[in-house]
């Protein structure tokens, strides 16, 4: 069983700047992809950014529409770590934010892609 723990989530002013971090731990941690994904009052859980891991996808970083230049994800694989640098938040970033770990190959902006997701960590960006 793997675990994923997130942090760093807060209260921001709009145009402010947060970093979040995934610890992954429990059996030996093999994972194709690592993502985030985020959940607003009311709304389903999307898509935010996904990077490849130590599995077989060697492709680059993905990003949804709605983070592009302002977010950038990445991460320590000696740590088992991954981070989202949040920057120029908006108000319409508030959310709960899950980080996200999966062995499969299927598309990695695909919720039902990831077999472990973390409890959350909540984001609030104030106007």
């Known amino acids: 069983q793997v675990q994923l723990v997130e942090s760093g989530g807060g209260l921001v002013q709009a145009g402010g700047s947060l970093r979040l971090s995934c610890a992954a731990s429990?059996?030996?941690?093999?994972?194709?992809?690592m993502a985030w994904f985020r959940q607003a009052p009311g709304n389903e859980r999307e898509f935010v950014a996904a990077i490849p891991w130590s599995g077989h996808w060697s492709g680059d970083a993905v990003y949804a529409e709605s983070v592009k230049g302002r977010f950038t994800i990445s991460g320590d694989n000696a740590k088992n770590t991954a981070y989202l640098q949040m920057n120029s938040l908006k108000p319409e970033d508030t959310a709960i934010y899950y980080c996200a770990a999966t062995s499969k190959m299927t598309s990695p902006i695909i919720s039902r892609t990831y077999d472990y997701w973390g409890q959350g960590t909540q984001v609030t960006v104030s106007s």
């Open positions: 429990g059996r030996t941690f093999s994972s194709n992809a």
